[in-house]
C-alpha cells in the first residue's frame, strides 16, 4: 500500500515516482510566512500541480478551512484511512487533474474559465505584464494577498496591483467553500 504524506515544497516531487493506484496526502502549510496563528493565515499547499499532472495517483489534501488552526491528529488519521480505503477499493486511472487539486486548485481552474483575460494574465509572458502578475500562487490569489489586494502593495514606492474580476472570485470561494476574512495584508 503505497500512502505518501508530504507538505508543501520539495517532498511534492517524489509522487510522480509512486506506483499507479497510489495516494498522496498533502498537508499543506501556512501563508505568509511569519502570520501562523494569526487571523491573516491561510492554508498553502504549493505544488499541487505536480498532484494533479500524476494521473495514476490520488491527491488528498488536509481540509483547507482547519489548516490554519494546526495539524490535528484526527484528520490526518481521517486522511490515512481516506486514503487506505481508496487503495483497497481501488479508483479509476486516469485521475482527472481537477480533482487532484485541492479546493483553491479548481477555484483557479474554474476562475481561468471565466476570466480568460485574468487567465492570460498570470499564465502569459508579454511585455507589458508586471512580473508580479506572473509570480502566482493559488492560496495567495485566493485570499488577495499582495498584489491581488484590492490596494496592491507598494515596492520601492510604486504600487504593484493585478487586475481581476473580484466579484467572480468571491463567488467562487463561496462556491468551494474556502473561507476568507477581510484583512489587509
Not at 2 to 14: C, K, R, S, V
Request: charged letters at 25%.
Amino acid at each position: 500500500m503505497d500512502i505518501h504524506i508530504t507538505g508543501p515544497g520539495t517532498g511534492q516531487m517524489y509522487q510522480t515516482f509512486l506506483s499507479d493506484g497510489s495516494v498522496t496526502i498533502n498537508i499543506g502549510g501556512i501563508r505568509p510566512p511569519g502570520l501562523e496563528n494569526t487571523i491573516k493565515a491561510y492554508s498553502s499547499y504549493f505544488e499541487q500541480h505536480m498532484t494533479s499532472g500524476t494521473p495514476y495517483i490520488k491527491g488528498l489534501y488536509y481540509p483547507i478551512n482547519e489548516r490554519p488552526k494546526g495539524i490535528k491528529k484526527d484528520e490526518i488519521v481521517k486522511l490515512i484511512r481516506q486514503a487506505s480505503q481508496l487503495i483497497l477499493e481501488g479508483f479509476s486511472l486516469p485521475v482527472n487533474p481537477r480533482n487532484n487539486l485541492a479546493a483553491d486548485g479548481q477555484l483557479f481552474v474554474e476562475m481561468c474559465e471565466k476570466d480568460k483575460e485574468f487567465c492570460s494574465l498570470v499564465t502569459i509572458r508579454i511585455p507589458k505584464t508586471d512580473f508580479a502578475c506572473l509570480d502566482f500562487w493559488t492560496e495567495d490569489f485566493v485570499h488577495e494577498y499582495r498584489q491581488w489586494q484590492l490596494e496592491g502593495f507598494t515596492n520601492d514606492g510604486r504600487n504593484i496591483s493585478c487586475p481581476f474580476n473580484r466579484s467572480l472570485l468571491h463567488e467562487l470561494r463561496e462556491k468551494y467553500e474556502i473561507q476568507h476574512k477581510e484583512v489587509h495584508h
